[in-house]
């Protein structure tokens, strides 16, 4: 396999960050503060309106790529990487922050097609970036991937349980993906803490503005993630 173009990954200097779920949220606002910082950031989102929001909010949108991608599909997330490496080299750091709630419910109440969007979204949407730009690090034995966590990745909550049973998911394929990398390479699982976020709002209402908003969040998770190295692999962290 030809060794793909790594960009830079001088420690402090600038890098190449992969983010799904780009275009609100949380992935929003670590996308703004990782650009403002002078990182090259690619932001992902399968909401194509929502992407362009975003992108006019970069000051030097041309330096950044912005595409429009589901998760969901691994034919998407395979195109993905093609364009990827083709327009910026293999990303320094992914961050697999794609995800979606159901709507609280007891879990014999939670539909069928509810339950799998969850989980097509949140561990399908996961591993389908892991088969795709994994291959591309290995050659180089470098890169970071963060993947999404949650304090309900690691307990347990009523009416959330397809969302539990996913980021529990997520602690176990992060884990276990870190002993198949080489030296070098991390895969960990990030808890964003509780953040007030449209998601948040959906499980806690109108209490969920007593929360931190999430650009201050992605001040403090932003220096978090580009302080990630080889020896943080496997980890489950907490910003």
Not at 215 to 230: E, S
Request: net charge neutral.
């Amino acid at each position: 396999m030809a060794t793909a173009p790594f960009s830079a990954v001088a420690k402090g200097g600038s890098r190449t960050v992969l983010i799904t779920g780009a275009s609100k949220g949380l992935g929003r606002a670590l996308s703004l503060e990782l650009a403002k910082r002078g990182h090259t950031v690619i932001g992902c989102s399968r909401t194509q309106e929502k992407l362009l929001s975003l992108q006019s909010e970069f000051p030097n949108s041309d330096n950044h790529l912005f595409l429009n991608v589901d998760v969901k599909s691994n034919s998407s997330v395979e195109e993905l990487a093609r364009v990827v490496v083709e327009k910026k080299g293999v990303p320094d750091i992914i961050v697999n922050n794609a995800g979606t709630i159901n709507k609280n419910n007891k879990i014999w109440e939670v539909p069928a097609e509810e339950f799998d969007s969850v989980m097509d979204t949140n561990v399908k949407g996961v591993a389908n970036v892991l088969r795709h730009f994994i291959p591309l690090m290995i050659p180089s034995k470098q890169g970071i991937i963060v993947n999404m966590s949650s304090g309900w990745g690691r307990s347990g909550a009523a009416l959330v349980a397809p969302y539990c049973a996913s980021k529990w998911a997520i602690e176990g394929l992060s884990r276990s993906v870190a002993k198949e990398l080489p030296d070098g390479m991390a895969v960990v699982a990030l808890n964003p803490g509780v953040i007030n976020t449209d998601m948040l709002a959906s499980c806690f209402g109108t209490s969920a503005a007593l929360y931190q908003a999430p650009d201050a969040w992605a001040v403090k998770a932003a220096t978090m993630i580009l302080n990630l190295t080889g020896a943080d692999n496997g980890a489950s962290l907490t910003v």
